[in-house]
């Protein structure tokens, strides 16, 4: 059974850091391209990062970047992301995503193949 499981969030101050695990079973993560996705409430889904599973580039949106960083391991089937100097409006529930073959990390529009449930993350004073 395909499945990913994302977990490491949690509230946290402003300027703090968290750093969010995905971890996949099922299946082969170092296969596909990777993406971090986020959606706060009342708001659409954002795509944050994605990482190649080509060459192993990565990209970044606007808003995270220089403060987020995306990797993988592959020997532990995972993912991260790891998120620094956070901000109020970086509160949401962030998912991780194998991306489809056609739209994948380095032909964006990306398009989710596979997703978790996602994890919460609150920024606040």
């Known amino acids: 059974q395909v499945q990913l499981v994302e977990s490491g969030g949690g509230w946290v101050q402003p300027g703090g850091s968290l750093r969010l695990s995905c971890a996949a079973s099922?299946?082969?993560?170092?296969?596909?391209?990777i993406g971090w996705f986020r959606q706060a409430p009342g708001k659409e889904r954002e795509g944050l990062s994605c990482?190649?599973?080509?060459?192993?580039?990565?990209i970044y949106a606007d808003p995270v970047k220089g403060r987020f960083t995306i990797s993988r391991d592959i020997a532990k089937n995972s993912a991260y992301l790891q998120m620094n100097n956070l901000k109020p409006e970086d509160t949401a529930v962030y998912y991780c995503?194998?991306?489809?073959?056609?739209?994948?990390?380095?032909?964006?529009?990306?398009?989710?193949?596979?997703w978790g449930q996602g994890t919460l993350v609150t920024v606040s004073s």
């Open positions: 995503a194998t991306l489809s073959r056609t739209q994948g990390c380095l032909t964006p529009p990306w398009l989710l193949a596979a």
């Open positions: 990482i190649s599973r080509i060459n192993g580039s990565t």
């Open positions: 099922g299946f082969t993560l170092d296969h596909y391209d």
